[in-house]
């Protein structure tokens, strides 16, 4: 069973800054990508920020120079530091982990419960 878990949500005034925490933990092989996503409701959940297991990182154009990801392979963690938060950052912020049992085995998706980020005054 592998499970994912976010912390570092919280309130925040426009122009703050977040750090948001991700663990995977349970029984797996490897790690490959791990990312931030975010949800509003109404809309469809979108990509924020995502890494892959060599430090390659890919940002929304929405968040570009604002917020850096990064990851601890040796403690299967991903971290996302906000900086200059706005209003229209405020959604749920899940994490994803593509986890492998094996060798052999493919990649499975999985996700965290989320974490609320709110960016208002």
């Known amino acids: 069973q592998v499970q994912v878990v976010e912390s570092g949500g919280g309130l925040v005034q426009p122009g703050g800054s977040l750090r948001l925490s991700c663990v995977a933990s349970?029984?797996?092989?490897?790690?490959?990508?791990m990312g931030w996503y975010r949800q509003v409701p109404g809309k469809e959940r979108e990509l924020v920020a995502v890494?892959?297991?060599?430090?390659?990182?890919n940002y929304a154009d929405s968040v570009q120079g604002r917020f850096t990801i990064s990851r601890d392979n040796a403690k299967n963690t991903v971290y996302l530091q906000m900086n200059s938060l706005k209003p229209e950052d405020t959604a749920v912020y899940y994490c994803?982990?593509?986890?492998?049992?094996?060798?052999?085995?493919?990649?499975?998706?999985?996700w965290g419960q989320g974490t609320q980020v709110t960016v208002s005054s």
């Open positions: 994803n982990a593509a986890v492998s049992m094996g060798t052999h085995y493919p990649f499975t998706s999985y």
């Open positions: 349970g029984s797996f092989f490897s790690i490959a990508g």
């Open positions: 890494i892959n297991s060599g430090g390659r990182t």
